[in-house]
């Protein structure tokens, strides 16, 4: 099974950007689609964006889409959540997943394999 390992998150005023990555480990990363999610205190986790095993598709939800975009590079196991014009209630922990079951899903139930978290924090 992939293992997962966020970074790239921080401390970033309203407005800025900031890039995530998440790096697998195993040989068979191109065999999952791969996930982001988010998780704000005392809220319930969240779906933000998926891509298919070739990259070919993706998906977002409507809280971040044009704001945020989802690539993966599977020559160097990873894949990337770049998130721009942040707003505070972006603030949460985000999480990076892998599913080898579907194509894709923005349920986390689908999703085999999850990374640690890493901390967003956007200041108004």
């Known amino acids: 099974q992939v293992q997962l390992v966020e970074s790239g998150g921080g401390l970033v005023q309203a407005g800025g950007s900031l890039r995530l990555s998440c790096a697998a480990s195993?040989?068979?990363?191109?065999?999952?689609?791969l996930g982001w999610f988010r998780q704000a205190p005392g809220k319930e986790r969240e779906f933000l964006a998926v891509?298919?095993?070739?990259?070919?598709?993706?998906y977002y939800a409507d809280s971040v889409k044009g704001r945020f975009t989802i690539a993966r590079d599977n020559a160097k196991n990873t894949v990337y959540l770049q998130m721009n014009s942040l707003k505070p209630e972006d603030t949460a922990v985000y999480y990076c997943a892998a599913d080898n079951g579907s194509s894709w899903s923005t349920s986390e139930y689908a999703y085999d394999a999850w990374g640690q978290g890493t901390q967003v924090t956007v200041s108004s």
């Open positions: 891509i298919t095993r070739t990259g070919a598709f993706t």
């Open positions: 195993g040989r068979t990363f191109s065999s999952y689609a």
